[in-house]
Each structure stands twice: as structure tokens, then as C-alpha cells.
């Protein structure tokens, strides 16, 4: 008799699992594959993406990060490519296309090493060991810059927008980019800090993009509350108020008897008093204008109107924080214990109709921590995509000063760093060379994309740019309109070193993590039992036939 060796299972009935190889083929597969989808974004001649969701909506862009975001990836390797363009928006604002396409290279070139049988595990050491070097080689290649470099400052603006739908308007709104920057920005023990939360983006669509303004204030999507009050208010004197400005409801209920006619009018004439009071003491503390997070009562916007005050109500939380940081206003919770000391300053409040829409600005203030750019454009879809242009230039102006480094783009920095790191695998032992001279090879995917998506050969331009690096010219990148190559520096092509520095480090850590990964287990949804049928019943209830 045989023994017949029982099949064990460990693991629920319907589980599908790749291991070793066949799971690292499909991880960097579906890796590669999100990297080729956002690859022909890249650069001053990248194209854009049109993604329609499930609802109809339409998003045009070639910001990295959104068209991911928009695609709603499912594979989980894919998502980590995800979270990679995540990080690198949170982190600079800006670069999140370099980032993918990089950890998509990354991983292309590993695949052809483990093909040869070289083991992951020594990959990504050499990997490791690389992204290291190449961080310690783009920090001594950098070139410092301070908050006095107008030109240089504007110029990374422009780097940022190039080749987005803002390109058209660009020396505008770089220097807008610019003076926003610098007007929230703080030093603390001699560093620059920067949020770009302190600078609010207001989009309107109607007019055109150069019709975009920087208001050293606030902008606030709300009318005033009653048309008898003026429609703008000069040297304005602010109060915030975060508590209703009307009769508060007994959190009980209650109940009130009421035996004539006179004491109704009594109860209608204490009531009134009570939001007449509320007026009043706005008015004795000197306000002009106030902003409230909550409800303002119909009697208490005519006592307002009379005083000639400017109300508006149920502001946002958010814009009443930037409205303390704009105009040095407190918020106050209480009106009995409000003075003038609470209030914020503006040189100008006013109602103003843009398109259909009612807004308030508050402009004019000294010296604000906050500061709001009011985006235009002819139609929905460009001031989204002027808006994303705006966000990835504060982010490289920002990330510029806080980090006081920069470097130059068009393909330049990746040359020479992957110039550099080639030197540097062959200092190295073993198999840990081939995995650090892959990732040199890899650096170079971004002048090699830029030249293809301008229509160039890569070839030609990879060979001219590393014959002019080898000629010591370290910025020589590639002109994608002409085809020449230049001196990046000299044409303003400059970028912060937080760009590249974080993508070398995103990049490379998901390449490694992806690789390290040989089983693959994906589970089943559990099914649900079907409902048992009462005995001697057929399908639908039906008696079971004979």
C-alpha cells in the first residue's frame, strides 16, 4: 500500500499567491506601469491628462500627484508608488512626477540584475548605499540662495510653472509667488519659516489669468449681511467673534405662560433689548466691521446697519484663523468682555461682485502673516490648473529659503549626480557595483524623458550632455525647444534642492521595499452564505416537483 501524502492547506479556500520571482515580476510591473502613465507629464513640453470619474467630473492636468490621486489605483505595489508622489507633495509641494518616474526606472533596472540572478537583497544594499551617496553628492553640488535673491527667487517660480497651463502669465504670477512668500514669511533662531497654509489660494473663474492679484489680506467667500450696511469700510477696526449674535435657545425645554396681550410685549421688547445690547456693545468697543463663525440675528444686522457696520456671518474656522494672523485681531468668545484691544487692523473692507458672486476683501494690512492670491481664469478647469501651478511654485519658493540651497533643472542635476555616482559604484565590491551603477543609469531617466517628450532623440542628448559634464560644465542641460544644450544656470532653470533630494530618498526607499517582497498573498472576500430553504420547498417558494 502507498502512502499517499495528504495536500495540507493553510490557507482559505479561493487565496491567490505569487512567490519568488513571479510576485516580484508583477510588483515592479504594476510599479512601472504607473510611472509609464504620468512619464509623458514631465517637463516644458509634458501633456496633460484627462481623468473622468465616476461621476462625470473632468480633471485636465499634468500635476503628478493629482492625475494618481484622480486614477484611483487599486494594485497595492501601484499604491505605493502612490503614497511615493503623497509624500513628495507634502514634503516640497512640488517634483512629483521626477519621484515616480525615478521609482519606476529604479525598479526596471533592478529587474534586469535579479534576471541575472543577482539577489535582491544585495540590490538593495547597493541601492541603499547609492541613495546615500547621491544625497551626500546633490548637497555639495548646490549653491546657496537667501530671501535678497529677487531674480533667482522668481526664476524657481517660473521653473515651477513652466509646462503647466500658468506658462502663459508666468512673470506675473512669479512675482506674485514671490511677494506672498516673503510676506508670511518668519525667522526663528535665524531659519526661515514658511507655511504654505498662511497662504490662501481663492480661485475665481471669469477674467483672465493675468488678471490673477495678491491681496495682503484676506479673501472671504461671504457677503454682508444686510444691504442698508456700507459697502466698504476705510481704516477698518476688526472684531472676530466666534459666539452667536442671537438669543440663545434653553438647552431644556421650557415653557412660558403667558396670560395677556401685555406681557407678549413685554417678552418681544426684552428680546429686542437683549439684541439691541449685542449692538451696542460691538459699537462701544469702537468696531467697524465684524466677522462672526456663527448666526447674526435679522434685529441685530439692522442695529448694525444703523451704526454703519460691516457684518458677515458664519465664516469658516480656517479663514478666522488667517484673519488673526492678517490683521493682529483676537478671537473673542465673549461680548461683555470685548475691548479695544481685540481689534485688528485693515486699510480697507469691502463688498466686491466677482462673476455672479458676492465677495469680501479685507485688504491692506500691515505687515500680515496671512495673505490671500485671488486666481482667474476663463474657464473652471484653467484656474484648477493655475491654482496646482501656484501650489508647486510657493512650494519651491518656500522649500528654496528653508533650505537656503538650490540647483539648477533641465536634466543638469541628474547628469552630474549620475556622473558622479558612477565614480562612486566603482569603489565599491562585489555585486553591490552593478546595483549602484544601475541606480547612476536610473538618475538619468529625467533627461532622457525630457528629451523624448520634446520629440528629441535621448540618445543624442544624453551623449552631448555627458561630453559637456566630463568637460566640467555642471550645468549643462538640455534646451527641449532647440535641442541644444545650455548652461541651465545661466537661462534661470533653477530649482530647490528639497526637489531632488526628496525624490532620490522617496524613490530609492520604495524601489528597496518593493524589492525585498517574494510572496504575494491576496485574499478573497468572504462569500455569503446563501439563506437555507424550509425543507420541501423548491426555488420561489414553489412546492418541489413530483
Given at each position: 500500500?502507498?502512502?499517499?501524502?495528504?495536500?495540507?492547506?493553510?490557507?482559505?479556500?479561493?487565496?491567490?499567491?505569487?512567490?519568488?520571482?513571479?510576485?516580484?515580476?508583477?510588483?515592479?510591473?504594476?510599479?512601472?506601469?504607473?510611472?509609464?502613465?504620468?512619464?509623458?507629464?514631465?517637463?516644458?513640453?509634458?501633456?496633460?491628462?484627462?481623468?473622468?470619474?465616476?461621476?462625470?467630473?473632468?480633471?485636465?492636468?499634468?500635476?503628478?500627484?493629482?492625475?494618481?490621486?484622480?486614477?484611483?489605483?487599486?494594485?497595492?505595489?501601484?499604491?505605493?508608488i502612490v503614497e511615493v508622489a503623497k509624500t513628495q507633495?507634502?514634503?516640497?509641494?512640488?517634483?512629483?512626477?521626477?519621484?515616480?518616474v525615478l521609482a519606476g526606472e529604479l525598479l526596471k533596472?533592478?529587474?534586469?540584475?535579479?534576471?541575472?540572478?543577482?539577489?535582491?537583497?544585495?540590490?538593495?544594499?547597493?541601492?541603499?548605499?547609492?541613495?546615500i551617496k547621491a544625497n551626500e553628492i546633490l548637497e555639495?553640488?548646490?549653491?546657496?540662495?537667501?530671501?535678497?535673491?529677487?531674480?533667482?527667487?522668481?526664476?524657481?517660480?517660473?521653473?515651477?510653472?513652466?509646462?503647466?497651463?500658468?506658462?502663459?502669465?508666468?512673470?506675473?504670477?512669479?512675482?506674485?509667488?514671490?511677494?506672498?512668500?516673503?510676506?508670511?514669511?518668519?525667522?526663528?533662531?535665524?531659519?526661515?519659516?514658511?507655511?504654505?497654509?498662511?497662504?490662501?489660494?481663492?480661485?475665481?473663474?471669469?477674467?483672465?489669468?493675468?488678471?490673477?492679484?495678491?491681496?495682503?489680506?484676506?479673501?472671504?467667500?461671504?457677503?454682508?449681511?444686510?444691504?442698508?450696511?456700507?459697502?466698504?469700510?476705510?481704516?477698518?477696526?476688526?472684531?472676530?467673534?466666534?459666539?452667536?449674535?442671537?438669543?440663545?435657545?434653553?438647552?431644556?425645554?421650557?415653557?412660558?405662560?403667558?396670560?395677556?396681550?401685555?406681557?407678549?410685549?413685554?417678552?418681544?421688547?426684552?428680546?429686542?433689548?437683549?439684541?439691541?445690547?449685542?449692538?451696542?456693545?460691538?459699537?462701544?468697543?469702537?468696531?467697524?466691521?465684524?466677522?462672526?463663525?456663527?448666526?447674526?440675528?435679522?434685529?441685530?444686522?439692522?442695529?448694525?446697519?444703523?451704526?454703519?457696520?460691516?457684518?458677515?456671518?458664519?465664516?469658516?474656522?480656517?479663514?478666522?484663523?488667517?484673519?488673526?494672523?492678517?490683521?493682529?485681531?483676537?478671537?473673542?468668545?465673549?461680548?461683555?468682555?470685548?475691548?479695544?484691544?481685540?481689534?485688528?487692523?485693515?486699510?480697507?473692507?469691502?463688498?466686491?461682485?466677482?462673476?455672479?458672486?458676492?465677495?469680501?476683501?479685507?485688504?491692506?494690512?500691515?505687515?500680515?502673516?496671512?495673505?490671500?492670491?485671488?486666481?482667474?481664469?476663463?474657464?473652471?478647469?484653467?484656474?484648477?490648473?493655475?491654482?496646482?501651478?501656484?501650489?508647486?511654485?510657493?512650494?519651491?519658493?518656500?522649500?528654496?529659503?528653508?533650505?537656503?540651497?538650490?540647483?539648477?533643472?533641465?536634466?543638469?542635476?541628474?547628469?552630474?549626480?549620475?556622473?558622479?555616482?558612477?565614480?562612486?559604484?566603482?569603489?565599491?565590491?562585489?555585486?553591490?557595483?552593478?546595483?549602484?551603477?544601475?541606480?547612476?543609469?536610473?538618475?538619468?531617466?529625467?533627461?532622457?524623458?525630457?528629451?523624448?517628450?520634446?520629440?528629441?532623440?535621448?540618445?543624442?542628448?544624453?551623449?552631448?550632455?555627458?561630453?559637456?559634464?566630463?568637460?566640467?560644465?555642471?550645468?549643462?542641460?538640455?534646451?527641449?525647444?532647440?535641442?541644444?544644450?545650455?548652461?541651465?544656470?545661466?537661462?534661470?532653470?533653477?530649482?530647490?534642492?528639497?526637489?531632488?533630494?526628496?525624490?532620490?530618498?522617496?524613490?530609492?526607499?520604495?524601489?528597496?521595499?518593493?524589492?525585498?517582497?517574494?510572496?504575494?498573498?491576496?485574499?478573497?472576500?468572504?462569500?455569503?452564505?446563501?439563506?437555507?430553504?424550509?425543507?420541501?420547498?423548491?426555488?420561489?417558494?414553489?412546492?418541489?416537483?413530483?
Amino acid at each position: 500500500m502507498s502512502n499517499q501524502v495528504q495536500p495540507i492547506f493553510i490557507l482559505p479556500e479561493g487565496t491567490q499567491r505569487s512567490v519568488g520571482r513571479d510576485a516580484q515580476r508583477t510588483n515592479i510591473m504594476a510599479a512601472k506601469i504607473v510611472a509609464e502613465t504620468i512619464r509623458t507629464t514631465l517637463g516644458p513640453k509634458g501633456m496633460d491628462k484627462m481623468i473622468v470619474d465616476s461621476l462625470g467630473d473632468v480633471t485636465i492636468t499634468n500635476d503628478g500627484v493629482t492625475i494618481l490621486e484622480e486614477m484611483q489605483i487599486e494594485h497595492p505595489s501601484a499604491k505605493m508608488i502612490v503614497e511615493v508622489a503623497k509624500t513628495q507633495e507634502d514634503e516640497v509641494g512640488d517634483g512629483t512626477t521626477t519621484a515616480v518616474v525615478l521609482a519606476g526606472e529604479l525598479l526596471k533596472n533592478a529587474e534586469e540584475l535579479l534576471d541575472q540572478n543577482v539577489h535582491p537583497a544585495i540590490l538593495a544594499r547597493g541601492f541603499r548605499l547609492a541613495a546615500i551617496k547621491a544625497n551626500e553628492i546633490l548637497e555639495s553640488i548646490a549653491e546657496p540662495i537667501s530671501e535678497k535673491d529677487d531674480k533667482m527667487l522668481k526664476q524657481i517660480a517660473m521653473t515651477a510653472m513652466t509646462g503647466k497651463g500658468a506658462e502663459t502669465a508666468k512673470e506675473k504670477l512669479s512675482e506674485i509667488t514671490v511677494k506672498a512668500v516673503r510676506e508670511v514669511m518668519e525667522r526663528e533662531n535665524n531659519l526661515a519659516m514658511i507655511s504654505k497654509d498662511n497662504i490662501k489660494l481663492e480661485k475665481k473663474h471669469g477674467g483672465a489669468i493675468d488678471e490673477t492679484e495678491l491681496i495682503n489680506g484676506i479673501v472671504l467667500d461671504k457677503e454682508r449681511v444686510n444691504a442698508s450696511m456700507p459697502k466698504s469700510v476705510k481704516n477698518a477696526k476688526i472684531l472676530l467673534l466666534d459666539s452667536a449674535l442671537e438669543i440663545r435657545d434653553t438647552t431644556t425645554s421650557a415653557k412660558i405662560k403667558i396670560k395677556n396681550p401685555s406681557q407678549m410685549q413685554t417678552f418681544l421688547d426684552q428680546e429686542e433689548k437683549m439684541l439691541k445690547d449685542m449692538a451696542d456693545k460691538i459699537a462701544k468697543s469702537n468696531a467697524n466691521v465684524v466677522f462672526c463663525q456663527k448666526g447674526i440675528d435679522d434685529v441685530v444686522q439692522h442695529f448694525l446697519a444703523k451704526k454703519g457696520i460691516y457684518a458677515a456671518r458664519r465664516v469658516k474656522e480656517s479663514d478666522m484663523k488667517a484673519l488673526t494672523r492678517a490683521t493682529g485681531a483676537s478671537i473673542v468668545s465673549n461680548l461683555d468682555s470685548v475691548n479695544e484691544k481685540d481689534l485688528g487692523k485693515a486699510g480697507l473692507v469691502e463688498e466686491v461682485k466677482i462673476s455672479d458672486d458676492n465677495m469680501t476683501f479685507v485688504r491692506e494690512c500691515k505687515n500680515p502673516k496671512s495673505v490671500t492670491i485671488l486666481i482667474k481664469g476663463s474657464t473652471e478647469h484653467v484656474v484648477d490648473e493655475i491654482q496646482r501651478a501656484m501650489e508647486d511654485a510657493i512650494g519651491d519658493v518656500s522649500a528654496a529659503l528653508t533650505d537656503g540651497k538650490v540647483v539648477a533643472g533641465a536634466g543638469s542635476t541628474e547628469i552630474e549626480l549620475a556622473r558622479q555616482l558612477r565614480k562612486f559604484s566603482e569603489s565599491l565590491s562585489g555585486r553591490e557595483q552593478l546595483a549602484a551603477a544601475k541606480f547612476a543609469e536610473a538618475v538619468e531617466v529625467i533627461p532622457r524623458t525630457l528629451a523624448e517628450n520634446a520629440g528629441l532623440d535621448p540618445i543624442d542628448v544624453l551623449t552631448d550632455l555627458r561630453a559637456a559634464h566630463d568637460k566640467k560644465q555642471k550645468w549643462a542641460g538640455i534646451d527641449v525647444f532647440t535641442g541644444k544644450v545650455i548652461d541651465a544656470w545661466q537661462k534661470g532653470v533653477i530649482e530647490p534642492l528639497k526637489i531632488k533630494t526628496q525624490a532620490v530618498s522617496s524613490a530609492s526607499e520604495v524601489a528597496i521595499m518593493i524589492l525585498r517582497i517574494d510572496d504575494v498573498v491576496a485574499g478573497t472576500k468572504k462569500e455569503m452564505p446563501m439563506p437555507q430553504m424550509p425543507q420541501g420547498m423548491g426555488m420561489g417558494g414553489m412546492p418541489p416537483m413530483m
